[in-house]
């Protein structure tokens, strides 16, 4: 597994997060390139809405750039007021209240199960186009294949996958700029008999369609082509994995990617009407394009192929960008009870291996139900992404009016993210009426059903918190009598070794189940604590200081109690990313210094086990329990009831 996976991180690194985290340029390449790689699918979905009407495509590229600045510009300031990261759950959440925050977070993660989706079958496409025909049905095998090597990348960790990629999204940028350059310079002549299209094209259609008619034509290309904008959130929600200082590193990325984004998307428009571009089936835009410019070139087949080529490797690389932001959307919510506390978790190469499998494992799914349709999955893609950018923008909007005495240039940044949230919103709605039924119904029915999930997930959780809480309210001020027994531990004594966490009334209960059950059985108790590290504390040296301070106080808190009844107490305190390997570990370096020793920890019973508990509370206890008692050492679980 090593081999394929990669060896564990050391934890007290001092320069681990400085190693881990990326400069501006390759978070460019991780993160913006999720951006960039939409001008592949975007403005040709655009393009293609205009049916005959292609005279508006020099428009529809202007207000494509325009668009651009300016929600880029709108989430270079949600960047600097959340500058841990999150992006729309965190603003969602913060500004509107929970509520808003799951409906935000859940159209996130179906958003970034999308991005990892399209974007890989939008890389099909892009290499297909130079494959004969007969070949084609293989295209959803091929994505499948390509979507279960982006999984291992990413479970090796980040950093790692975007090394190897930057050189991919070099070439991207290399052949694009020469190709749209080349496509603007060499066809110079054009333009005259353009501008003349343009007056001819809106002369007729005025007579025919009328000027609402044009306008509704134009809406619903421009809201068709919301594809191109769908990476731009990307950066904000990725900070975590920024050097120092993040919120420069942040607004540097987002800069980087809104000039690329907005030159490449409108220039392709130009390009697309000056050269007479048509689709052609089997074959993207793009790869129509390449071949006008190059084709007659002496070298310029291979040249188009190494274009296209680098636009369906970069895709593959924006992929990138949904294992990398999807899984941090879900230990966010993970962490706030929206989902699966095992979601938080680290692996021991410090990447959240439980939802990058899971996002991988639905954009395979996705991949087979649509058969890898780039039209149907950009459709279901946007529908989410401007839900969470309408959400975002109507949060900082608030954010700005409810702080207009404090910032006397509240007005300014509140028309930012107000004319954002129009433009979203109007993307948002004519999308949906438009694309409903070819698609559009899908997004709308999985997101209502994660958002569900979601509900009852914390739902739960809150009922057993409640059950804990009357534990904590009878026995954290337990009393004692009797002398106080300050003696160390002997290792000639027998000993009960248990596995806690915080203080609470679930490791009293636990202590007190072991001098009920097993009444002058020990002489010592040694607590052993593992300080997790999960998303929510994996941040910065500070915060993993912070944690090991908090789980060490703990520890104190468990080992005076003990002395107080009368045992000879002390602790022993792990750092780890696995609870079941760090306790494991610690239990044997115990069992070898206290040869009479016993491992005791608690265990989440409830009345009627239902087939969710085991996802929801993982079964730490009995993994523990296995492995130690392979290795010889006495293990014991005992009941913790709780009523719900």
Known sequence: ????????????????????????????????????????????????????????????????????????????????????????????????????????????????????????????????????????????????????????????????????????????????????????????????????????????????????????????????????????????NGLQIMREPRVQTGKRTMVYMAVSLAFTAGVLFLCYSLIGIRPVEGRTLNAVLADSLFGHWRFGNALAFVTIFSEGALLLVAAQTGFVDGPRVMSNMAVDSWFPHSFAALSVRLTMRNGIVLMGAASIALLIYTRGSVSHLVVMYSINVFLTFSLSQLGMSRFYIQRRREDPQWIRHLSVHLVGLVLCATILVITILEKFMEGGWLTLLITAAVIGCCYLIRSHYFKVRAGMMQLDETLLDFPTTGPVNMDPPSPKDSTAIQLVSAYSGFGVHTLLSIVTSFPKAYQNVIFVSVAVIDSGSFKGAEELAALEENARKSLEKYVDLARRLGFASDYRLEVGTDVVESAVRACRQLGEEFPRSTVFTGQLTFRLEKFYHRMLHNETSFSIQRRLQWDGLTTVILPIRVTI
């Open 1 to 236: 597994m090593t081999a394929v996976f990669g060896s564990p991180k050391y934890l007290k690194d001092p320069h681990l997060f400085h190693k881990m985290s990326l400069i501006p340029i390759l978070a460019w390449v991780g993160l913006g390139a999720d951006g960039l790689s939409s001008s592949s699918y975007g403005p040709e979905e655009a393009f293609r809405a205009l049916g005959n009407h292609t005279y508006l495509a020099i428009l529809l590229g202007c207000f494509t750039a325009l668009t651009v600045f300016i929600i880029s510009y709108a989430y270079s300031r949600i960047i600097e007021h959340f500058p841990h990261g999150g992006g729309g759950y965190i603003v969602a959440t913060h500004m509107l209240g929970e509520k808003a925050g799951v409906i935000s977070g859940s159209a996130l993660l179906v958003d970034y199960v999308l991005t990892i989706t399209v974007s890989i079958a939008s890389c099909v496409d892009a290499l297909f186009s130079y494959i004969p025909q007969q070949f084609h049905p293989y295209k959803v095998q091929v994505a499948c294949a390509l979507a279960v090597l982006l999984i291992v990348l990413n479970i090796r960790g980040v950093k790692e996958s975007i090394a190897v990629m930057a050189p991919i999204f070099m070439v991207f940028v290399a052949t694009h700029i020469f190709m749209l350059v080349d496509g603007i310079l060499t066809h110079t002549d054009r333009f005259g008999p353009l501008t003349s299209d343009f007056h001819a094209g809106l002369s007729h259609d005025l007579s025919t369609i009328g000027a609402f008619g044009i306008m509704l034509l134009f809406l619903r290309a421009y809201s068709l082509g919301g594809g191109t904008y769908t990476g731009i959130e990307a950066v904000s």
